[in-house]
């Protein structure tokens, strides 16, 4: 059985000794599998992900584009749209990312937002004080927040959520 060194602080050290001082749980991790964990930085989160065009195909890109536009924000053909970060509708200028900083960008969202985020980027969800109870039928509320969401022709349209509620809450709430 061979002795391998390994250095340390400019130190030669057993394989116990560099396991026991550098970050132990990922060392040992390597040793068990002779594997180096997977490079987790900006150029790996946007790999593969390509265009606007890529990601959406002509018609959803033009939409979410179109829609971009109307809130001031003129997406970069480079730019990538993570939907999931939408928290307000189609075109959301936050859910636009640019490759540079681009998981920095989504940290700094999802820290804002109190939201936990799994994945190549991590974020521990902040609790939040229990919502109100609304004046209102849940099973209301969802029908009419989704017929303002998607019409006749099942185009998905830009709905602020919140403003639906409240609309519903206001048209079939009990009146104070």
Do not use: W
């Not at 936990?116 to 919502?131: D, I």
């Amino acid at each position: 059985m061979s002795k391998t060194k390994y250095k340390l602080g400019g130190k030669e050290v057993s394989k116990d000794e560099f396991a026991r001082d550098g970050d132990s749980e990922t060392l040992q991790e390597v040793f068990a599998t002779r594997q180096f964990p997977g490079i987790n930085d900006d150029t790996t989160f946007m790999a593969n992900r390509g265009t606007l065009l890529d990601q959406l195909g002509p018609e959803q890109c033009e939409l979410v584009v179109s829609e971009a536009r109307k809130r001031g924000y003129n997406p970069s053909m480079n730019d990538v749209y993570l939907s999931q970060l939408a928290d307000d509708g189609v075109g959301d200028p936050v859910a636009f990312i640019k490759h540079d900083g681009a998981q920095g960008q989504v940290r700094r969202l999802c820290e804002e937002r109190g939201e936990a985020c799994h994945g190549s980027v991590k974020v521990k969800a902040v609790e939040k004080e229990p919502e109100k109870e609304l004046p209102l039928g849940l099973d209301i509320v969802e029908e009419v927040v989704q017929s303002r969401m998607i019409r006749e022709d099942r185009k998905i349209l830009n709905v602020n959520k919140a403003e639906a509620i409240a609309e519903a809450v206001k048209l079939h709430g009990a009146q104070e």
